[in-house]
């Protein structure tokens, strides 16, 4: 396998994409290739009754993302579409394609428990009134474990910033 340079950039089919007849949009952020891509959203509108996916956790890499920068990247797309239209994902699950091994499944565990980790009042002053994380929070992609319900596309806003506030 060779470098990865000719990924498509999402400034290029957005507008392809906005197309497609979706209740959300999964992409991959995280990655380098596509990081810097949350830009695109300060120029595109999102649709309303759309909700956006961006892959917070990368698969591109053995180094477990710190929670800060995992926040980070929410933050970022909440501030130009809404915290209500983003929903925190994974980018392309844990391999780039069927059968790859490049995340050892251990490493997708630790990657799994950075997500479950943030905390809301990372959040206070970008997006909005500072809120407490709800214990139903979910991220798309995992397991709500006071549900025991696999996440769907209308999650709670973000996953991990929901607009709700813990009682004092």
């Given at each position: 396998m060779g470098p990865r340079i000719h990924d498509m950039e999402l400034k290029?089919?957005?507008d392809i994409v906005l197309k497609i007849n979706a209740g959300?949009?999964?992409?991959?952020?995280?990655?380098p290739r596509h990081e810097h891509e949350w830009k695109v959203?300060?120029?595109v509108k999102l649709p309303d009754g759309k909700i956006l996916i961006?892959?917070?956790i990368s698969h591109s890499?053995?180094?477990v993302e710190h929670p800060e920068l995992v926040a980070e990247r929410i933050v970022r797309y909440a501030s130009v579409v809404g915290r209500e239209n983003v929903i925190a994902?994974?980018?392309c699950g844990f391999a780039t394609f069927a059968g790859s091994k490049e995340v050892h499944p251990s490493l997708s565990g630790a990657k799994f428990q950075v997500a479950?980790?943030?905390r809301a009042d990372r959040f206070e002053g970008v997006v909005g009134e500072k809120t407490n994380p709800s214990p139903t929070a979910e991220v798309a992609g995992t397991k709500n474990p006071t549900s025991g319900n696999a996440s769907s596309a209308r999650s709670p806003p973000i996953g991990a910033v929901p607009s709700v506030s813990t009682p004092p």
């Open positions: 290029d089919i957005v959300a949009y999964s992409f991959e952020a995280a990655n959203w300060k120029n961006p892959g917070v890499t053995i180094l994902g994974f980018d479950q980790r943030r």
